[in-house]
């Protein structure tokens, strides 16, 4: 228990620094399509998201699945191209059409948390607590999340209902935001 100030510090700095760009872009482009009244939905959102990531970390750090880093670098960029794509396809956004990205969280959180496993495996020495670690990481990374989702909603909050720009059009915008680097991020990182 003793090191769970260590690793909540760890979650946290995976999406607060500056080093996580690839994750505060996949929360673009997951929460572009909320806006503020949605705060509830999109914390259930960010959950998805961390259990995914939880799930495969935990895989990962137990070496019961191995995927090569350079596969995994590169899907990650990967999965906010596609979550990005997917929400120009959203005209209506109402709980039901927009459900889609709480799979979309949990499934690609599933290849984000094989992008830091190698990481928290190294820190985590073999008389640690894994599940204290894990947890304390965890929950850290669903801190960081919250604060960068506020962020988001917050300039949402701003754009659409302050400067009365169309919902449509602030999410197209932040899509192509998130989509154009994570393009040049996964053309980057191509693996062959």
């Avoid at 996580?20 to 960010?46: N, R, T």
């Avoid at 070496?63 to 191209?81: A, D």
């Avoid at 990205?101 to 495996?121: E, M, S």
């Avoid at 962020?151 to 192509?176: C, T």
């Amino acid at each position: 228990m003793s090191d769970f100030p260590f690793y909540f510090r760890f979650g946290w700095q995976h999406i607060i620094s500056r080093d996580a760009l690839d994750h505060q872009l996949f929360i673009l482009a997951l929460a572009a399509i909320y806006v503020i009244k949605d705060w509830k939905q999109v914390l259930i959102l960010i959950t998805a998201f961390t259990i995914g990531h939880s799930l495969t970390l935990f895989l990962s750090v137990k070496e019961i699945i191995t995927i090569s880093s350079r596969w995994v670098e590169f899907l990650i960029p990967c999965t906010i191209v596609f979550t990005a794509i997917t929400n120009l396809f959203q005209k209506k956004f109402t709980p039901k059409t927009i459900r889609i990205n709480y799979f979309l969280a949990l499934f690609f959180g599933l290849i984000h948390g094989l992008g830091f496993a190698n990481n928290i495996r190294l820190a985590l020495a073999s008389d640690q607590s894994l599940g204290w670690g894990l947890f304390g990481f965890n929950l850290g990374l669903e801190a960081g999340q919250i604060i960068v989702v506020l962020v988001i909603l917050f300039i949402s909050f701003i754009v659409v209902n302050i400067l009365k720009i169309n919902r449509r059009d602030w999410v197209i915008f932040a899509s192509a935001c998130a989509f154009s680097i994570a393009l040049v991020t996964a053309i980057e990182r191509w693996p062959l």
